[in-house]
């Protein structure tokens, strides 16, 4: 099929032909937003039925594609989506990335252009919580602003609408009809702004914004953290766990180690804490290659964006990485010191407050001094949870995919 074909519009005003249902693309980014749009396929055609226009029959398709999770510009990821439209003839597409989408100076959560029936959504500017349900009520309110208009008037007739069915969800009736998704605590406390443009950008219609640059940045710092999946970054600790416990354990049997476990104080030991964690970040970052040089970065700004997201994603994995180091300690310190032996080397009698110091000492000495030399099990595991590294992998396969 010819590209350039304009694809089958659905008349705002009539049904469509009965003998064929209006399609529905979703165009997500692989990994994390594939996996949702494609456990929300199923749901959407009746929800669709309700909320947008239930004269019609509705059907969605997904289709995965890397060029989503690899461009970092909103028009040009429309311009994309839009032939996408076309070669399927699909009525409407959304696509769902997973980068964060900066113009003049805020983050926006999704757009959407009504002369080519296309939109696009940022995943990590939800946040953390809630992704799969925010993601549903987004689709159902950007086709029915592609369905039915974004004018004033046409956000009256649909609120109106709304408020008299009994199929909307109580979320989304009334003035649902001009918000992105439901009333929650965390749209509250950092609200999601819906925008007409006076002059058309780039034919977008609508636009959804916050306009917050504080609430923007803890929302999209957030999602991409979770977009990273920290938890399966863990996993490539197990070396460095056995190393550490090893180099510790050594460290258990002396009388020195105790005595000096005595003389300190909390705060002593919070320093020591966050100084190993810290150093086992910066060690990580150094040795797979993870940050991303401002130099030669296309935006300065998302660059740094990426490196923070990078620190507190290993950040995440190092906290479990030392709370699951800290318990064999404990276990370790309860078995093989006995209390009179310690009471005997300390001059002082002894209990679990004690017990529960000498871990955490033991904790992060041995992350500083063993850990530090160890390998993590899995490189591709680490980088796979950084967004440049996913960047490069996708900008390599798009261009294979061109070349074949």
Not at 113 to 123: D, K, T
Not at 131 to 142: A, H, V
Request: net charge neutral; charged share 20%.
């Amino acid at each position: 099929m010819d590209e350039t074909q304009p694809a089958r519009q659905v008349s705002r005003d009539q049904p469509g032909d009965p003998r064929r249902p209006t399609l529905v693309g979703l165009l997500p980014a692989p990994e994390q937003p594939a996996d949702i749009a494609e456990s929300l396929a199923g749901q959407l055609p009746e929800l669709l039925a309700d909320y947008v226009d239930d004269r019609l029959a509705w059907d969605v398709q997904v289709v995965v594609d890397p060029l989503t999770g690899a461009m970092e510009d909103s028009d040009s990821i429309i311009d994309k989506t839009e032939a996408y439209k076309h070669q399927r003839e699909w009525d409407y597409v959304i696509c769902i990335t997973d980068l964060p989408i900066y113009k003049e100076r805020r983050y926006m959560v999704a757009e959407a252009s009504m002369a080519r029936c296309s939109a696009i959504v940022s995943l990590p500017a939800f946040g953390a919580t809630g992704i799969r349900q925010r993601l549903r009520e987004s689709i159902l309110q950007l086709v029915n602003e592609m369905h039915h208009g974004s004018s004033e008037a046409a956000r009256e007739r649909q609120e109106r609408r709304t408020e008299a069915s009994d199929k909307v969800s109580d979320d989304l009736r009334g003035e649902g009809a001009r918000r992105l998704m439901g009333h929650r605590l965390f749209e509250s406390l950092i609200p999601i702004h819906r925008e007409t443009p006076e002059h058309a950008e780039g034919n977008i219609d609508v636009r959804f914004v916050t306009r917050s640059r504080l609430g923007g940045s803890l929302r999209i710092l957030s999602g991409m953290v979770r977009a990273n999946r920290p938890w399966t970054v863990f996993p490539a600790f197990r070396s460095v766990i056995a190393v550490a416990f090893a180099t510790g354990a050594y460290g258990l049997i002396f009388p020195t180690f105790w005595k000096l476990n005595d003389s300190y104080g909390g705060s002593r030991l919070v320093v020591l804490m966050l100084t190993a964690m810290i150093a086992m970040v910066i060690w990580i970052m150094l040795a797979h290659g993870l940050w991303e040089p401002l130099r030669k970065a296309s935006s300065r700004h998302i660059a740094r964006l990426y490196n923070m997201v990078t620190v507190l994603t290993l950040s995440t994995a190092v906290v479990f990485y030392y709370g699951v180091l800290y318990l064999l300690f404990l276990f370790a310190v309860y078995l093989f010191v006995p209390a009179s032996l310690l009471s005997q080397n300390l001059g002082h009698a002894v209990g679990p407050a004690n017990y529960l110091s000498l871990a955490w000492l033991a904790s992060s000495l041995a992350t500083l001094a063993g850990a530090l030399g160890a390998g993590l099990e899995d490189d591709t595991t680490v980088l796979n949870a950084t967004y440049g590294y996913r960047q490069r992998r996708r900008n390599k396969q798009m261009r294979q995919d061109d070349g074949d």
